[in-house]
């Protein structure tokens, strides 16, 4: 057999697979559909998206995972598939910090896909009242940076809301050089926020020394200067380059290769076990010796482990904080249960901001 003759067989090939995903992705679609009719029949218009449900999707095709695509890149087409399912039933809206093409941007497409509207903000009390309005039915908000720390704001204004953490979704920032040119030697001036200057000091030290370094408000708005400015380049993401039809002149610029941050997906919703979830408490004491360890002794006793403790001032009396907790399992869990229930009893503010699927990479 010639080569043009393999080439041949191996596209027939191909097409009869690419029939085969067509008939298969139409079947799931009117599963959707299906399961729309019986949730609307039984008055559960609100219960459409499943976050437990899709962690345990996506997780499934993770491990059954023959190759050669890699488990994140099949996770990301199946989260396309059930994006594109679900917006058959009812489409979501989602706020989040903006403008358009930030990183923040890029977590909520990571997260519920492309096939739901987008509400950008100016502030993340914004994204917070959106959803506590019912404008918007989730919000996506950064809460921790790996090289930065936590967002204060944040967490403040968890303390005020009745919002509910649904969802988390890590974020690995990679920092690229965009530009309406082609050439590192057309570039004279570099934007970015201060932030992300910061990160890829190093690589532009060497790479782009003579390039003045002007900081912005956000990558978003430099990818816009960008392409609107002949001699620049801005520091931004893919979702940046897409937007703004930028070239990706470098990759992953930045410094420490490792920088990611968690956001959290807020909502009204309650969400059931996936099998691998997290919960999120916030709880106050009273300022008196051993408070802490009388708190948090419940989770040792009941063998749950804390993967996160962050203190705010309580804003009511002066040195008194509260405290949130990140700890592995559900609150449903029976030991978990158990460790929230003595938690409770030593807590003179408890409330559970949420339980939810720990984020699928």
Same mark, same amino acid.
């Given at each position: +057999?010639?080569?043009?003759?393999?080439?041949?067989? *191996?596209? &027939?090939?191909?097409?009869?697979?690419?029939?085969?995903?067509?008939?298969?992705?139409?079947?799931?679609?009117?599963?959707?559909? &299906?399961?729309?009719?019986?949730? !609307?029949?039984?008055?559960?218009?609100?219960?459409?998206?499943?976050?437990?449900?899709?962690? $345990?999707?996506?997780?499934?095709? $993770?491990?059954?995972?023959?190759?050669?695509?890699?488990?994140?890149?099949?996770?990301?087409?199946?989260?396309?598939?059930?994006?594109?399912?679900?917006?058959?039933?009812?489409?979501?809206?989602?706020?989040?910090? =903006?403008?358009?093409?930030?990183?923040?941007?890029?977590?909520?497409?990571?997260?519920?896909?492309?096939?739901?509207? *987008?509400?950008? +903000?100016?502030?993340?009390?914004?994204?917070?009242?959106?959803? &506590?309005?019912?404008?918007? $039915?989730?919000?996506?908000?950064?809460?921790?940076?790996?090289?930065?720390?936590?967002?204060?704001?944040?967490?403040?204004?968890?303390?005020?809301?009745?919002?509910?953490?649904?969802? &988390?979704?890590?974020? !690995?920032?990679?920092?690229?050089?965009?530009?309406?040119?082609?050439?590192?030697?057309?570039?004279?001036?570099?934007?970015?926020?201060?932030?992300?200057?910061?990160?890829?000091?190093?690589?532009?030290?060497?790479?782009?020394? $003579?390039?003045?370094?002007?900081?912005?408000?956000?990558?978003?708005?430099?990818?816009?200067?960008?392409?609107?400015?002949? =001699?620049?380049?801005?520091?931004?993401?893919?979702?940046?380059?897409?937007?703004?039809?930028?070239?990706?002149?470098?990759?992953?610029?930045?410094?420490? %290769?490792?920088?990611?941050?968690?956001?959290?997906?807020? =909502?009204?919703?309650?969400?059931? %076990?996936?099998?691998?979830?997290?919960?999120?408490? *916030?709880?106050?004491?009273?300022?008196?010796?051993?408070?802490?360890?009388?708190?948090?002794?419940?989770?040792?006793?009941?063998?749950?482990?804390?993967?996160?403790?962050?203190?705010?001032?309580?804003?009511?009396?002066?040195?008194?904080?509260?405290?949130?907790?990140?700890?592995?399992?559900?609150?449903?869990? %029976?030991?978990?249960?158990?460790?929230?229930?003595?938690?409770?009893?030593?807590?003179?503010?408890?409330?559970?901001?949420?339980?939810?699927?720990?984020?699928?990479?």
């Amino acid at each position: +057999m010639t080569e043009a003759e393999k080439l041949k067989e *191996l596209r &027939e090939r191909i097409d009869a697979v690419d029939e085969r995903l067509i008939d298969l992705i139409s079947e799931r679609a009117r599963c959707a559909e &299906e399961v729309a009719k019986i949730k !609307r029949a039984d008055g559960a218009n609100n219960d459409l998206y499943r976050p437990e449900r899709e962690a $345990q999707i996506l997780r499934r095709v $993770q491990e059954g995972n023959p190759g050669p695509l890699s488990g994140e890149t099949l996770a990301r087409l199946f989260r396309e598939i059930m994006s594109a399912c679900l917006a058959l039933e009812a489409r979501l809206k989602i706020a989040f910090l =903006g403008p358009a093409g930030t990183y923040t941007h890029a977590s909520v497409l990571k997260h519920f896909g492309r096939d739901v509207g *987008l509400a950008p +903000m100016s502030s993340l009390s914004e994204v917070f009242r959106e959803v &506590e309005a019912g404008s918007c $039915q989730y919000g996506v908000v950064p809460i921790e940076n790996s090289t930065e720390g936590v967002v204060s704001h944040t967490l403040d204004l968890f303390v005020q809301s009745p919002l509910k953490v649904c969802g &988390e979704v890590l974020m !690995r920032i990679h920092h690229n050089l965009l530009s309406q040119h082609e050439q590192l030697g057309d570039i004279k001036r570099v934007y970015a926020h201060q932030q992300a200057l910061a990160q890829c000091r190093r690589w532009l030290d060497v790479n782009l020394p $003579q390039a003045e370094r002007v900081a912005l408000s956000s990558n978003a708005e430099a990818a816009r200067r960008a392409a609107a400015d002949t =001699g620049t380049a801005a520091i931004a993401g893919d979702t940046a380059a897409e937007l703004y039809g930028l070239n990706i002149l470098q990759r992953n610029i930045e410094d420490h %290769p490792d920088n990611t941050t968690r956001f959290l997906v807020i =909502g009204t919703q309650t969400v059931p %076990p996936s099998g691998d979830d997290k919960t999120t408490v *916030l709880v106050s004491t009273a300022n008196r010796p051993g408070a802490l360890h009388r708190l948090l002794t419940p989770l040792a006793l009941n063998n749950v482990s804390m993967t996160r403790i962050e203190s705010r001032p309580s804003r009511c009396v002066n040195w008194e904080y509260v405290y949130f907790l990140d700890i592995e399992g559900h609150a449903e869990d %029976p030991k978990v249960k158990a460790a929230l229930a003595g938690l409770r009893q030593e807590a003179e503010l408890f409330r559970i901001l949420g339980a939810y699927p720990r984020a699928v990479l």
